[in-house]
């Protein structure tokens, strides 16, 4: 059987050429795949946006969409003794915060009268108890009563001064707004050259405003995806019925309304999404569901006994006040 040669053909030789192989080396995949990574790091999505900025001026980017649209605005949350509520003289009348306070002053008032009424009825019942032998021991329990009263009135004031105290404290939202309207740009870049502007508006009181205005470009406005909100998609999602009704939209959807409500001092959203009313039972029980255990099923139980269409009207009625009170910009 006849051996195998070793002998490996010279390069010089004709016909002996070297084959150049269409296979990349392992350097130059190497290098193709880095640049590839790299252009889908400048052209790409990132998973984890820079946040940096936002954690630093306490605002975020918010995009909203309606019926008419969806655009991109700013929140942020504040102690309400730093924020100056938006100008609604226009519709003052229609103010619910203003009512409460109207409200407040006559319920004091009735209040200090019944007062003086019982301090008059509880001199003449003292004077009547003292009788001959027995006044010094009346007025020292008139004294007793009187000092036990002063004691009862000083801790009712501390605890309702505590009280405002906290109420004051309580963070708030506010919005990108001006004269009780929700500005909303449809581009990034619309919402960046506003920023930048110096046009008047309501966050301008922020102490991070000035610090926002130099730092922020069009590549920040990206919005979280809880930061995000379809309320165009809320009315058709409710009356398709109990079993489409999708809990995480709907919830959202309660608590960017409650926000804007009191941002824009909408007394009537304000009203319908309160407690103990039925869109607040609504989503009660939706968050009862999404929890699952023994309170989603209560929470399932509860639903249906909510009305579809009842829900819907009331819905479309919060989104037609929220959408009457935006000021679209570019």
Not at 205 to 219: F, K, N, S, Y
Request: no cysteine; aromatic share 4%.
């Amino acid at each position: 059987m006849a051996r195998q040669s070793s002998h490996r053909p010279d390069t010089d030789e004709p016909g002996n050429e070297p084959v150049e192989s269409d296979s990349p080396t392992d350097s130059e995949q190497d290098e193709a795949g880095s640049t590839e990574t790299a252009a889908t790091d400048r052209s790409g999505t990132p998973s984890d946006p820079d946040r940096s900025l936002w954690e630093a001026v306490r605002i975020d980017p918010v995009e909203i969409a309606l019926p008419a649209g969806s655009g991109f605005t700013l929140r942020a949350y504040r102690p309400s003794t730093a924020l100056t509520p938006t100008d609604i003289s226009e519709r003052e009348q229609d103010d619910l915060f203003a009512g409460r306070s109207r409200a407040v002053l006559e319920e004091d008032e009735d209040d200090e009268t019944v007062v003086i009424l019982d301090e008059e009825l509880a001199e003449q019942f003292a004077e009547a108890d003292e009788e001959d032998g027995d006044s010094d021991a009346a007025k020292s329990r008139s004294g007793r009563r009187d000092a036990q009263d002063s004691a009862d009135d000083e801790s009712a004031e501390e605890t309702a001064d505590e009280e405002e105290e906290e109420e004051e404290g309580e963070e708030v939202p506010a919005f990108l707004t001006h004269r009780g309207k929700l500005l909303l740009f449809k581009s990034p870049e619309g919402l960046v050259t506003f920023i930048r502007s110096g046009a008047p508006h309501d966050l301008a009181q922020l102490d991070t405003w000035d610090e926002l205005v130099e730092r922020v470009e069009p590549a920040d406005i990206v919005p979280l995806d809880e930061d995000s909100y379809e309320l165009d998609l809320v009315v058709e999602n409710l009356r398709g019925g109990h079993d489409v009704w999708d809990a995480t939209l709907l919830i959202e959807a309660g608590e960017v309304s409650r926000d804007l409500a009191y941002a824009l001092r909408l007394p009537a959203v304000l009203d319908m999404l309160s407690p103990g009313s039925s869109l607040d039972d609504l989503d009660e029980a939706l968050r009862a569901t999404v929890s699952g255990g023994l309170g989603g099923f209560r929470g399932r139980r509860r639903l249906k006994k909510i009305g579809a269409q009842t829900a819907s009207l009331g819905w479309r009625t919060i989104i037609g006040k929220i959408s009457a009170a935006v000021d679209w910009r570019d």
